[in-house]
Nanobody, 127 residues
């Protein structure tokens, strides 16, 4: 059974940092693009960042404009893990963050493309 499990969410002050982790089990995602999405109350689940397959030194990274320069996505294929380092947090970053794997159904920017999802982790940023 394939599982993605997020951790590392919590409460942070504006300007602070959090690091999210996504642990994969049941299959390897080393050759797949993986992504982070977030969903705020009453809003759709939006793309945050993605990282292409391969090791962390050669993978390509992609970011939503709203997080570019503040968030860093990375992966450790040996551990079957993906991370999202979130710096300079803003109250508008408050959302449930989801990791996703295997965007075989379309563009990795689209939430509809991914075959696997985690259960989400809450990130709350206070002003």
């Amino acid at each position: 059974q394939v599982q993605l499990v997020e951790s590392g969410g919590g409460l942070a002050q504006a300007g602070g940092s959090l690091r999210l982790s996504c642990a994969a089990s049941g299959r390897t995602f080393s050759t797949d693009t993986m992504g982070w999405f977030r969903q705020a109350p009453g809003k759709e689940r939006d793309f945050v960042a993605a990282i292409s397959g391969g090791d962390d030194r050669t993978s390509l990274t992609y970011y939503a404009e709203s997080v570019k320069g503040r968030f860093i996505i990375s992966r450790d294929n040996a551990k079957n893990m993906m991370y999202l380092q979130m710096n300079s947090l803003k109250p508008e970053d408050t959302a449930v963050y989801y990791c996703a794997g295997d965007p075989s159904r379309g563009s990795f920017y689209s939430r509809n493309a991914y075959a696997y999802w985690g259960q989400g982790t809450q990130v709350t940023v206070s002003s």
